[in-house]
């Protein structure tokens, strides 16, 4: 349950931007219908299908490390759910366009939890790392006296 607590503050943010958005351009285009309610649970529907199919989308091909790697990795994404979200704009005819579908999509295959964890390339500093560690034999008692010190 934890984790369901950032994702969801973090899809309402979505649709917090995508509704004053909305209501931004309706408010400035003289001949746009007023947003409804039905539309703003349309958008809250969409945004919603959107970041779950980009989560499912991160869950199962991780963010890779090279850029290349990952134009490919979005691209494999964000095309799909592009002419996905034209055919329900098509299909449904909603009242907030349906590429917020793929906007939603887009941020959810990028978004990571944090965790209290450090990640693999950072060592824990509980953990000495290897350079530091001593071998498996038994110390010499030091011979030679400690040097006086100059004052």
């Keep these: 349950m934890p984790i369901a607590l950032p994702l969801l503050r973090f899809w309402l943010g979505l649709n917090v931007a995508v509704l004053v958005l909305a209501l931004l351009l309706k408010a ?3 001949a746009a219908a007023p947003l409804t309610p039905l539309g703003v649970l349309g958008c809250f529907v969409l945004t919603a299908l959107g970041f779950g199919l ?3 989308y991160a ?3 991780p963010l890779p ?3 290349m790697q990952r134009l490919i990795r979005m691209s494999l994404l964000a095309i ?3 002419g996905f ?3 329900l704009g098509l299909l449904l005819q909603p009242e907030i ?3 917020v579908f793929a906007l939603a999509a887009f941020l959810g295959a990028q978004y990571r939890v944090r965790s209290g964890e450090p990640s693999p390339a950072q060592p824990s500093p509980a953990q000495p790392s290897p350079a530091k560690t001593r071998s498996a034999q038994p ?3 030091s011979t030679s006296r400690p040097k006086p010190r100059r004052r």
Excluded: E, I
Aim: no cysteine; hydrophobic share 35%; proline share 17%.
């Design 54 to 56: 980009g989560l499912l």
């Design 85 to 87: 979200s034209l055919g």
């Design 97 to 99: 366009t349906a590429l």
């Design 139 to 141: 110390s010499k008692p």
């Design 65 to 67: 490390d090279s850029p």
């Design 59 to 61: 869950r199962y091909w």
């Design 28 to 30: 400035t285009s003289p």
């Design 80 to 82: 799909p759910a592009v």
